[in-house]
């Protein structure tokens, strides 16, 4: 099975993380909803920064899910960019 290197294994906003920025890719149904409302919300608390949240088909259809997160920033008054992710999901398989 493949292993990916050099990926951060922290958890966001864990206090003792030296990340600063961060990107969310969410499929933004209510559980998505209820992460950004509170990503928002501690990274607001601790300094963090959303740079990008790239919305992509899960939950809901990709339409859907742009505008739940549109909806949810909004609300928490958050001006970031988001962005459209592939209709459809991409698979591959290394054998």
Avoid: W
Avoid at 35 to 58: P, R, S
Avoid at 75 to 94: N, S, V, W
């Amino acid at each position: 099975m493949y292993q990916p290197r050099n990926i951060r294994k922290s958890k966001p906003f864990e206090p003792s993380t030296t990340c600063t920025k961060y990107i969310f890719d969410v499929d933004t149904g209510c559980d998505d909803a209820q992460f950004l409302v509170t990503a928002l919300h501690l990274a607001k608390k601790l300094g963090k920064e959303i740079i990008g949240i790239t919305c992509v088909d899960g939950n809901a259809e990709l339409k859907d899910v742009i505008l739940n997160t549109l909806i949810v920033l909004k609300i928490c008054d958050a001006p970031i960019k988001i962005y459209r992710g592939t209709l459809e999901m991409e698979c591959r398989c290394q054998g």
